[in-house]
């Protein structure tokens, strides 16, 4: 998601190719379209993760994880802390869609 996010914002949505964003993802072609039909299919997730956050920041002022953890993971008595997993370092954005990492023992 990252690396089409990167390459909508560089080049735009009709110069970017699925081949181009599975080269700077560092993935084959047929990996994205293991996830995705077509290119207007990223775009909508692209436009869905993006708005899940931003709703979510703004009705809580908390991040994602922030949020999890007031909600969620303390109520449960979780024994460790729990991260999302980010889209890149660069710009740190909290993958809400696929990975929260914790130890198994709190899914146990």
Sequence with gaps: ???ARRRFERRGFR???IAAIAR???VAVGTIYLY????????VALFDESSAR???ERATNR????????????PLGMEYSAT???DSARD?????HVALNARAIDFA
Excluded: D, R, V
């Design 1 to 3: 998601m990252a690396a």
């Design 15 to 17: 110069a970017t190719s």
């Design 24 to 26: 700077a993802a560092g």
């Design 36 to 43: 995705f039909k077509n290119k207007e299919q990223i775009l």
């Design 54 to 56: 931003w709703m979510l």
């Design 63 to 74: 991040t994602p994880s922030q949020y999890l953890a007031e909600k969620i993971w303390q």
């Design 84 to 86: 999302w997993s980010i």
């Design 92 to 96: 740190g954005l909290e993958l809400m």
